[in-house]
């Protein structure tokens, strides 16, 4: 695998694929004489990783995970049941499980930026990292607040509610500085001459 085949890239859209598959551009449709002879920078292995999208997807299913939390809970002070299905089960289940989901999300994200970015200290890696820290610590707070609540009790419902919206928030927020983080996600390579 550490033989770096050839690739070409098109100057239209950027799509990038191995030489010798002629025809157009499966992403944008132009004709292949769009295509240029491209290098990637980032090594075959490198590229191999990131294309599987760890991070990405564990993070994108943390944040689903964290919103339907929400949703079952404010769901919750309303009807006891969705579908026939108590709703307090699912969502205790899925509150213990939570502080477990946000360490896989920041464990991925280490070895992602690290394979990614080289380095883990840049500004928004940083945030990422420290923001993350806070939101496993509030998952656990809420995963102990969520045990000590007796039921129906309006001061534990109202600090639940509280934490479990600023969980959202905070994931949410973390998958946006995510997004912003797509497009350097390598240093893609360069059109060789
Ligand atoms: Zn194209």
Known sequence: ????????????????????????????????????????????????????????????????????????????????????VPIQGILDLQITFLPLLIVSGGMTGLIDGKIRFRKIKTPYLLRKIILGCILFVVSVILLIIHTLNPGDDTMFLLIEGIIISIAFFIASYLGWIGAELISPIVPMGKIES
Not at 14 to 22: A, N
Not at 50 to 58: E, N, S
Not at 69 to 83: I, K, N, Q, R, T
């Open 1 to 84: 695998m550490t033989k770096e085949r050839k690739y070409e890239i098109c100057r239209v859209c950027g799509y990038v694929r191995l030489v010798g598959k002629g025809g157009r551009c499966p992403a944008c449709g132009v004709r292949d004489t769009a295509f240029v002879p491209f290098q990637h920078k980032a090594s075959f292995n490198r590229r191999t990783f990131l294309k599987l999208d760890v991070h990405p997807v564990a993070v994108h299913f943390t944040i689903t995970y964290t919103a339907v939390s929400a949703l079952l809970f404010f769901a919750l002070l309303f009807v006891d049941e969705l579908l026939g």
